[in-house]
């Protein structure tokens, strides 16, 4: 409960008298303006210029990330399908021909115009198979193009690897392969 | 074809289609200007994508308006919806007939004057300016009845309250030239000005001016008076159900009808188509090259009121209604007529053309508006002073 005698009611202030007049906060507007008629323009002429990357955690495009085997790094244990605010991760699981996992995903699309870039895939992934990229000019002539199945997903990872390293490379499982331990340390940290 | 020429009549035909022809072109060009001075003022560069520098911009833009699909609402009033464009780009462009554009002609040299660089010249001279620019107030009106949509109304009533109580001090204003110069045609208004001595009637009466100026910026419904077309309360106003050419239409005449307003400025106070001193743009130079200095100097000056049209669009905040209203009634309208009534005094004295007495009076004015308004005290919102006072508690230690 506020009380009366704390409420402090403060009156508008009057115009001062250029106020009044008008014409002199005019002149002093134009000048304001007709100074910036010969500053430096700020525009970043888009397709030619790029802005250089300003912060590392930026949330573009999707990658699934290559093991240093070279074997897609994706578990297919569901967790960013999970997480997804958005619904847009798909995923079809197979039994894994490798002996140091159980699955693999035989099918991974993800609906590039569904997902609202939130990141909760990434931090829900148990192995960061799925990372966010800096690359954020991504078109497409139709709706269908946009969903980005497994060989997309891992071509972004071709591209963009040199820009934003994996952040754990060694983690590649968890069939009993001990990086569990070391991921938990470094994952912390993240945006 | 020279003695064609000599005949005023067709010499009026052919410089009408000229002008209407390079109007046209200028018009489309400051749409290009609008939007690259305004990326200017904001340090951005504007359209530079079609053509060098964005120079066809303008042609994209017209091509745009003429292939965009023409919608016409189910619950207009057809006849009048239709009817209010032209309205608009036609009263925009009639007032070009009557600026005096390069004054006397000799075509053939042989020192006998054969035509008037102007389309018209009735005798009734300045009025008929006035009566277009206040013609022009409907197609705004028509645009904004015929949409059958509460805001286009809305437009379409601040656009007429606006325009009644711009109109006085505008008249006024002229009426302060006109008995300054004894003339009422626009040429003569111009050589008036010549006559005294190189002495534009913008040394004689600066106030009337800056009043003039304003009500222009009025009667154009441009910023800082745009309210009939404000975005953020009337969602576009009066145009908002115009679409493709018809909303072309209404955008070449706003700028054409700026062109008009820049011009009757410039003739009635900037001296028109003179400049002091300089040999080729006196009233005895009629040859035909001094007719195109004339002409080009007159564009120049036409091109200068242009930037600072849009300079002052891109600079201030628009009006709110009662400010609009308190400014011209309160403001301008006293001040305009106390320099009106001035002027008539200098006149019957004898005194109408001597810089002394003008600025003087002017002086004057300008003093009393001071004072006036040292006295007076003004809130910075609209807050109206018929409501209870406030009274202001302080707790105990405040300071
Ligand atoms: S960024 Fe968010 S919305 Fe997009 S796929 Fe990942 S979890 Fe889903
Ligand atoms: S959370 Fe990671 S490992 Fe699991 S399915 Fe998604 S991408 Fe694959």
Redesign the interface.
Known sequence: MIE????????????S?T?????PQ?VQ??R???K??F?????V?YPEVKREQRVENYRGVHRLNRDEKDRVACVACFMCQTACPANCIHIVAGESPWEDREKYPVQFDLDELRCIYCGMCEEACPVDAIELTPEYDIVGRSREEMVFDKEKLLAVFERTKDVKPRKNPRITGYAGTGDREQSSGNTEGEG | MLELLKDQFTFSVILALVIVGILNGAVAYCIYFERKISAWLQDRVGPNRVGPLGLLQPLADGGKFVLKEDIIPANVDKPLFLFAPFMALVLGFIGFAILPWGGSVDLDGDGVVDVIAQVADPGIGILYLLGIGGLAVYGVVLGGWANNNKYAYFAAMRATAQMLSYEIPMGLCILIVVLTAGQIRLEEIVLAQVGNGNIWNICLHPVAFIILLTTVFAETNRTPFDLAEAEQELIGGYHTEYGALKFGMFFLGEYAHMITGSGMVIVLFLGGWHLPWIPGLQPEDVSIGAMLLKMSVFGAKIAVFLFFFMWVRWTLPRFRFDQLMRLSWKGLMPISLALMCYTSVLVYAGKATSLAWCLGGELGVVFIVLAINAMRTAPITGRQRNMPAITVHKPAGAP
Request: no cysteine; proline share 3%.
């Open positions: 009366e005698k704390d409420i402090i009611i403060v009156d508008e202030p009057d115009l008298t106020e009044k007049l008008y014409l005019v507007g134009l304001t303006t007709f910036h008629l500053k430096k323009n700020i525009t002429q």
